[in-house]
């Protein structure tokens, strides 16, 4: 990894970590489930699916998936917080939750990727 690499890496994953905890901070609540990490996990995605298009439709330097994908998105986004969420909730026999955690997480964080990069294509193509 050159210096300008992770420069760009280190930037992008304090930004990213920055963001994550101040919106995890306040638990947002959706039904009896703390969706904090649900949030941000949907929102990495759609960002991560927006650059994805970008980058291989702009020709970006390599340099920026350090920036926003790997630094950014990877700071912004949690697995071990979902993880550790969903095994609290098996811990405390909440089957029905972990479930909705689960699923929740998982397909939304692909439709996100999935919507990023149609939304973006749309853009562009709107644009040439």
């Known amino acids: 990894m050159k210096g300008i690499e992770f420069l760009f890496l280190g930037i992008g994953a304090i930004l990213g970590a920055f963001l994550r905890y ?8 959706f039904g009896n489930l ?4 649900l949030l941000v996990n949907i929102i990495g995605s759609f960002i991560l699916g927006i650059f994805s298009v970008l980058s291989a439709s702009l ?3 390599s340099r920026y998936s350090f920036l926003v994908a790997i630094g950014f998105c ?3 986004t949690t697995m071990s917080s979902f993880a550790l969420e969903s095994v609290n909730m098996i811990d405390n026999r909440q089957f029905y ?4 955690n689960i699923i929740a997480n998982v397909s939304l964080s692909l439709l996100a990727i ?3 990069r149609i939304l973006i294509s749309q853009i562009l193509q709107s644009n040439n």
């Open 74 to 76: 990877g700071s912004l």
């Open 114 to 116: 999935y919507g990023g």
């Open 97 to 100: 939750n972990v479930s909705v």
């Open 59 to 61: 020709n970006l330097d």
């Open 34 to 37: 703390v969706s904090n990490v």
């Open 22 to 29: 101040k919106i995890t901070s306040y638990p947002l609540l």
